[in-house]
Structure formats: structure tokens, C-alpha cells
């Protein structure tokens, strides 16, 4: 804690959990996604669903979606500015009594008809947990470089990527593995301290049987 | 490298170093953070900015929130204190303006700076901007006395809490008419134990507070509770600045603060379940709004 987390962020009203982490929660929908989706359908569970339109939490995911930040005075004209954009969205209040109460499951469909699926949970003060991605369940903050790298779960695999990581001089401040099921899908998430380069990730993606990596710069 | 364990601490610290707070705690900062003065210096001026900005476009705003809850009533405030109107002194009229009208700005989606929450935005910038404008201060004090205000808020953040949903409305408008109280004090020329009384004596009036917004909204009663926040705030750095000292030590009300938080049922922690927000008025809101 420092004194910018008590006297800060600054950020666009009214309320840090379901206003300044929506907006986060939607940026990292956008980075996983590879850019701004072509439609999205926006799952709101527990206190999100309660209360999303007084809080703009609607406004504030697809400001998110959009690439804004959490201080961004266009987030109360998300939604025009979605339409313009030619992104089309959906909310629906769903129960899931297993989330956390401020949890948005956000499904995206890029213009090809890929779809991701990023589900976040604001805990407090705007900041925020993944929880899923697609169908694994992960855990990150955000609050480091991110790398996300699915993989098929075989021997090897982290080695190798890990040894690319060590190449370049980046130093790995946590790293977790998940997977489906044994010799399912998987998936790395590795936070790392230093900047992360799009051509590393290139090397990343060339490494035998690891699929598309994503990368997803700090959020705070 | 200070811990943040303790607002004594704090003050000793300061006294024993011939400093105020907010150049210890600046200090300190730039040292734990790996970062020069400066840029901590200019980062804090910089929320000072939006923090007048905000206050400025509240003052003259006429819209409502999304709700219709709230909006407009720092206008009425300030119409009232402009036309010569003022019950209580300009100070503190022009205080509860400004407070209402930058808790009216984040409750309409715009920017704010959380201090320490986006509840209870509006508190500790109309203290301090009423102060400096009402006495010609100078922006790099207030700037500095902004530092105070976040090495006190930063251990009751450890030792109690600043969220409405673990302590009540004490810990979100509590904390900031404490937090403001002190730097008020120091930007008046108070010493540093006379910002640990003032810390104290705020908090000690609002011990209890429960967080009961209607329709789990951050609209009522929160905007006023940003108004009596404010005036809490200055009360208490009144009484401080008077040589008034609280009987119970700074870091025992903050204790005492955890403990109520505790004990708190959660109907009153954010839940919308209980208060104000139970009353027949706040049901038949949350319907309308909801529906």
C-alpha cells in the first residue's frame, strides 16, 4: 500500500468496485480478445446485476471493451460510442451463488466468429481477479505483464517456454498452471516484472504445439 | 521505512525529526516507492487538479445522476452562500458546497479522486480547497498537507479499514473527516500531535456510522454524508487548533473503530439490506429503479 491507493486512483464515479473494476474487468476482455470485439454478450452476477444501472456498470465494462481507462469522461457515453463503433452488446442478469458478488462473465465474438470468454470479479477498491478464460478456470490481478499461454499438456511445455522468458532477462514474479483435465487443455499464466515485447510472444507462439499466446500489459 | 502501524508513531517520528507529517511521510514515500520526491510531489498535485476540477463543475452542475437521486443540490448550496445566505460562516458553508458538489460529480459519472474511497470523494478536497481559497494558501501546501492526509488514512487502512462494506459509513466518511481533519490542522500551522488529536477527535464523532445506501447506490445518503463529513472535519481541527486534545489516544479510537466494524451486522455493511436503505421510501426507490 502506498499513498496513491488512499488518496487515488483517480477515476470516473460512483463507485470504485463497480465502476473503476468493471472498466478493468472489460480492458482485459479487450486484451484477450486481440482487440475490440464485434459483439459481446455481458453476463452480470450477484450485486452487479442488482444494481449495474445506477453504478453504470453497463457503461463502464464496455468502456473497458472499448480501451478506456477507469479516469476516461467518455464512460458515461460508452454505450453511444459502442453503437457507432459498430460493437454490439447484450447484458443479462444471471445467479451463480458460487461467484463472488461483483463477477461479469463477458462473452466476445471477434468479426471471423471466434469467440473468448473472460469472466472477472471487482473485490474491492477497483481492483480485480480473473477467473476464467474461455473454459479454464485461472487467477490473475492484472497488475503485472501477463502472459497467457495455452498449451497442450504434455512434458516439456514449461521448460521451454519459461526458458525463452529467461532469455531475455525477464524475471517471472508468479507463475500458475491450469488444465481441463490430464493431457487436456491447458493454459500458463505467468506475470512477470519487466516490460513484455510483442516478438517475444511471436517466440512463444513458435514453440512446437503452443497455440495463440496473449499478452496483456498492467491494468493499474 | 516507516510501517504505518501507528499514528503515534507518526507524530513522533516528525517531532523528533523537526518535520511535519506530510515532509516524513513524502520522505518515506519516495523511498519505498524508488522514486524521487518530485514525482510523488507532482503525481499528488495532480489529483489535486482533478480534485478542483470536480468541485468547480459540481458547484454550477444542474443534471442528475442516472438514478435521478442526485444533482444539483451543491448549486442550491452555493446560490445560498452567494446571495449572502450563510447560517454558519462562509468557511463552513462553503465547505458543505463544495463537498456536495464533488460527491454529486462522481454520483453522475464524472471524476473524482478517491480519498480514500469514490464515497467519500468530496470530504477531504472541500476541506482543503475551502481553506486555501478562504486563506490565500499557497497550492504546494495543500499539495503537502494531502501527504498527512494519506499517512493517517494509510494506517487506519491497516489497522481498521476504509470500506464500507468491512466497517460502515465510519470507515469510508469516518476516515476521510479524520484524514481531513489533520491536514487541516497542518495547513492551519498546527503541530503534529495536534493533527493526531484532531484524527481522533473527527473519528470519535461518527463511531458507529453504518453504510446504508438506498438502492445500494453511492447516491443517499452518501452525498450528505459528505457534507457532515466535511464539517466533522472541520470541527475537529477547530477544536485541535484550540489546544483541545482527545482523551483517548489516536490509535485506541482507531481500534475502537475495528471493533464497532466487527460487530457491525452486515445489513449495515453496503448490503442495501438495512437503514436507511430498509426504510418504505428506500424499498419503493430501489423498485422504481430496478424495474
Redesign the interface.
Known sequence: MNVFDIIGPIMVGPSSSHTAGAVRIGKIARAVAGGQPAAVTIELYGSFAQTYKGHGTDKAIIAGLLGMAPDDERIKDSLELARELGMAFKFKKSHNKEVHPNTALISAVDQTGKKTIVQGSSVGGGRIVVNRINEINVKFNGEYYTLLVPHNDTPGMIAAVTNLLADQGINIAEMNVYRSHRGGEAMMVIETDQAVKGELVSLIEAVNKVKKAVLIKPIY | MIS?DSIQELVDKAKKKGKMISEL?LED?AR??EQPQEE?FE??R??LQ?MADAAAKGLTAVSK???G?SGGDANKMRQSVDAGRSLSGKVLSETLAKALAIAE???????????????S?GI?PAVLLTLQEENDLSEERVVMS??T???L??VI??KAS??G?EGGCQAECGSAAA?AAAAAVELMGGSPQMCAHACAMALKSVLGLVCDPV?????VPCVKRNASGAANALIAAEMALAGIESTIPVDEVIGAMKAIGDAMPKSLKETAEGGLADTPTAKKIARD??R
Not at chain 2, 460529480?105 to 464515497?119: E, F, K, L, Y
Request: glycine share 10%.
Open positions: 504505518y511521510v514515500q519505498q516507492m510523488l503525481q499528488m495532480a489529483s482533478v445522476s442516472a438514478s437521486l460529480v462522481n454520483a453522475c459519472m464524472g471524476r473524482i479522486v478517491a480519498a480514500p474511497t469514490a464515497g470523494c477531504i494531502l501527504f492526509a494519506a499517512g488514512g494509510m487502512a491497516r476504509i470500506s462494506a484524514m438502492a445500494g447506490l453511492v447516491e429503479i430496478l
